[in-house]
């Protein structure tokens, strides 16, 4: 799990309070310098696509992001039907944040690519469970790192 | 009815017939003898006379030819004797008067001065004699006697005899007849006299008494026997007559039933059809037709032959020649709906137009009756009826619509609640959780069991969503159904709660439970509130128990969950099914009250029903239904 570290973590989340809490339950791993916290979906494509406040930053992919659903502007569904339905951003492993399990969200994101979901606050058992389920995915982030 | 005829007047005729036959008997009788009598006196008188006149003439001859009055005149007067004579005279053969006798009675006796011719005349009652004197054949002169010859003495006397012997006879006669005409006219009588009372009474039933072996008798057996004749006839007549008119009554009955029957006909044809009509075997009205022009206003000129067609709708007569001619060519009924103009209104009104046949012999259609029924108002009616149901179809819509939308922000609603509701939630739990474990060695014993306090009750408020989402989330799930092993799901369902539950577990005493139909998850929904209800108000126990059974019943298995635990007030059962109610303190028994809210919603939907009875305190028992047969049409 050492890679993890130098993953590029996008947590987009429009809740200060829940991304700080969040925030800190990824502190343990040591992961905190390494999440983006960005407050929407607005937010979040500016910044894969490297456009608006993010236009100048150093072309590369994220190496995980972490989705709300609800959110102002454009919300996480947009987000994730954007991003999956791009060739070029389709691989970027996208986990879902939801307040519950409930269905209906949890069904339809992964009708939209979705890779997986954790229960907010999100802390690091969580995470490691979830990169577990989907080994696959940080295969290709390790691989991606790696190089 | 007698009074024409009197009553006797048979046994009259008869007395009449014998009285007047005895009268004219006697009569004839009486008066043959009488005439008889007559004739034999008058010989009697004439013959006396000539003797007697032969004796004076012996005794006077001597004194003529002597010439001696004298002694002629004392001959004479001998006829004193003789009481018939009543005068005598002698005459000389010159006829000269001689001597002369007279009867000294009072009469005043004539004698004839000159002799008569010799021989017996009768003249006047009287019988005179000439005779002559003869001596020696001389004629010496002429005796003459005169007698009265009158019988009426005699007759008058044999008048007497007959009177009296008649009035005898008929006497006798009269006794005789009237003795015998009884045995005549008794049973005569009689017969006439059962006869009237036959009549009067009507009783066929009184026989005449025979008396005599006779024709009459003979009669009274005649009339008897058709008096029994008549009698059974009249019986039989008697029948006959109430038969017919029972058959009277009936028929009048039916007459009357069939005059009804008309009047309604007529009534229905009236109310029913405002127009009736008949046309010839083309179709081609022949008739006048007042019905018609009072609805149409057409002439019958106009509407004579096909005319009638064009009353109705230009645009309906297509459809009605069309319909015409399927009818004329099978002389078949048919009624068909047509717009027909209307005079009143002066607009073209909805009728229907029905037309039958009138078949010959040959099958053939002779002429066809029809009618024509005003159906506008109905017609209007309909269409009426129609808008309005279609306007209330849109509004079934409409409101299906809005109900959807309401489903809709219902949804939306426990969406936000998931969501906004959780975050400041999990906000109080996320940062009293990194107070505890940043700040612990800082906060004081009261601050510590305070924040205990913040922590306990935000997972509380966050089990109260969670488990308000569930209720929510599962009332809108739909049921699918499998066959499910009830015993194996309470028993593992009971397995699985007694590995967490904390404290002391109840002993399970679980009977036999029937396989049903429904949805595992929901059903295993509901044994685990039942289950953990159960193990939850029983762990105060020494010996906690929990039974688990079914009963069947008709249509339905009954299911239980029994305790032995704390129970509740039966009084508030009715809230026990209620979301967020709950019975007992939070303090002694944790919980959201949702659990029972939830079952009652799984079971009602699965079309079950579920009930509890408790005493506090004594346990209680939780009983659910599941139909035997599910109804697959239900969600």
Same mark, same amino acid.
């Given at each position: ?11 987009? *989340?429009?809740? !200060? ?25 607005? *937010? ?16 590369? #992919?994220?190496?995980?992001?972490? #989705? ?9 569904? *947009? ?7 791009? !060739?070029?951003?389709?691989?970027? !492993? ?7 399990? *409930? ?45 | ?318 459809? %009605? ?12 009924? &048919? ?47 309909? $269409? ?38 959780? /975050? ?36 509380? %408020? ?23 092993? %009830?015993?194996?799901?309470? $028993? ?84 026990? &099914? ?35 009875? /408790? ?8 009983? &659910?239904?599941?139909?035997?047969? &599910? ?5």
């Amino acid at each position: 799990m050492e890679e993890i570290e130098h993953v590029e973590i996008l947590l987009v *989340e429009d809740n !200060p309070l829940d991304a700080e809490l969040s925030m800190r339950g990824l502190q343990s791993a040591k992961l905190f310098n390494r999440i983006i916290w960005l407050k929407d979906g607005q *937010e979040a494509l500016d910044y894969v696509y490297c456009r608006g406040a993010y236009a100048q930053r150093a072309a590369a #992919l994220p190496g995980l992001i972490l #989705l709300d659903l609800k959110m102002p502007r454009v919300d996480g569904l *947009e987000v994730l039907a954007t991003l999956k339905g791009d !060739p070029e951003t389709k691989s970027i !492993p996208v986990v879902v944040m939801t307040s519950s399990q *409930e269905e209906k969200d949890v069904v339809k994101s992964y009708d939209l690519g979705a890779n997986s979901y954790v229960v907010k606050p999100v802390n690091f058992e969580d995470l490691t469970e979830v990169a577990r389920q989907a080994g696959m995915y940080w295969l290709a982030i390790n691989h991606r790192a790696g190089n | 009815m007698t009074t024409g005829i009197p009553v006797h007047s048979i046994r009259l005729k008869i007395m009449l017939v014998v009285l007047i036959t005895t009268f004219f008997s006697l009569l004839i009788a009486g008066t043959a003898m009488m005439l008889n009598d007559w004739r034999q006196y008058r010989g009697f008188v004439a013959t006396e006379l000539a003797t007697l006149a032969n004796v004076v003439n012996r005794a006077s001859a001597p004194a003529l030819a002597f010439n001696d009055k004298k002694e002629a005149a004392e001959n004479l007067a001998l006829l004193e004797a003789a009481p018939a004579v009543k005068a005598a005279a002698i005459y000389t053969a010159k006829g000269e008067l001689f001597a002369s006798y007279a009867k000294r009675d009072g009469e005043e006796h004539i004698i004839p001065r000159l002799p008569g011719v010799e021989g017996l005349h009768e003249e006047g009652g009287r019988l005179s004699l000439y005779q002559r004197m003869v001596d020696n054949e001389e004629i010496l002169g002429t005796l003459f006697i005169e007698s009265s010859s009158d019988a009426s003495h005699r007759l008058l006397a044999s008048l007497g005899i007959l009177l009296a012997v008649m009035v005898l006879s008929l006497l006798v006669a009269f006794l005789l007849s009237n003795r015998l005409q009884r045995s005549v006219t008794g049973p005569v009588l009689s017969v006439t006299e059962v006869a009237r009372r036959v009549v009067d009474g009507r009783d066929f039933t009184l026989r005449a008494q025979k008396t005599s072996s006779d024709e009459i008798g003979f009669l009274v057996e005649a009339f008897n026997d058709m008096l029994a004749e008549i009698g059974k006839r009249a019986v039989a007549l008697e029948a006959s007559n109430q038969a017919l008119a029972q058959e009277v009554s009936d028929r009048n009955a039916a007459q009357r039933a069939l005059q009804v029957s008309e009047r309604r006909n007529r009534v229905l044809v009236s109310a029913s059809a405002a127009v009736t009509w008949l046309a010839d075997e083309h179709g081609a009205w022949r008739s006048e037709h007042p019905q018609w022009e009072a609805y149409t206003g057409q002439s019958s000129q106009a509407y004579m032959g096909l005319g009638w067609r064009n009353a109705f709708h230009v645009d309906d007569r297509e459809t %009605m020649d069309l319909a015409w001619a399927q009818a004329l060519a099978e002389g078949q009924a &048919f009624e068909i709906e047509v717009r027909l103009w209307h005079q009143a209104t002066r607009e073209c009104r909805f009728v229907t137009l029905r037309a039958v046949a009138s078949i010959d012999d040959n099958g053939k259609a002779m002429e066809w009756i029809g009618s024509i029924s005003d159906i506008h108002d109905r017609r209007t009616a309909e $269409e009426m009826a129609r808008t309005l149901n279609r306007e209330l179809e849109q509004r079934v819509t409409q409101r299906t619509a809005q109900l959807e939308e309401a489903n809709r922000e219902l949804e939306s609603f426990s969406y936000s609640v998931s969501h906004d509701l959780r /975050s400041p939630v999990r906000a109080v739990t996320g940062f009293s959780k990194i107070l505890a474990q940043d700040a612990s060695s800082t906060l004081s014993a009261e601050g510590l069991r305070l924040l205990g306090i913040i922590q306990s009750e935000a997972a509380r %408020m966050g089990a109260l969503i969670d488990d308000l989402l569930t209720f929510s989330r599962l009332g809108r799930k739909a049921i699918q159904p499998t066959v499910l092993d %009830m015993h194996g799901l309470a $028993e593992s369902t009971f397995s699985t709660l007694a590995a967490q539950h904390q404290g002391p577990v109840a002993e399970l005493l679980l009977g036999t439970l029937p396989e049903v139909e429904g949805d595992r998850s929901l059903i295993a929904q509901v044994w685990s509130n039942l289950l953990s209800n159960a193990l939850k108000f029983s762990a105060k126990r020494e010996r906690p128990l929990i039974e688990i059974g079914s009963i069947s019943e008709d249509d339905d298995y009954v299911f239980f969950v029994r305790d032995n635990g704390a129970g509740f007030d039966p009084r508030y059962k009715a809230k026990l &099914f209620g979301v967020f109610q709950r019975l007992h303190d939070a303090s002694d028994f944790a919980g959201t009250g949702v659990g029972l809210a939830l079952v009652h919603r799984i079971i009602t939907r699965h079309g079950g029903r579920v009930w509890a009875d /408790s005493v506090l305190d004594q346990g209680a028992t939780f009983y &659910f239904t599941l139909p035997k047969e &599910f109804d697959h049409g239900r969600n």
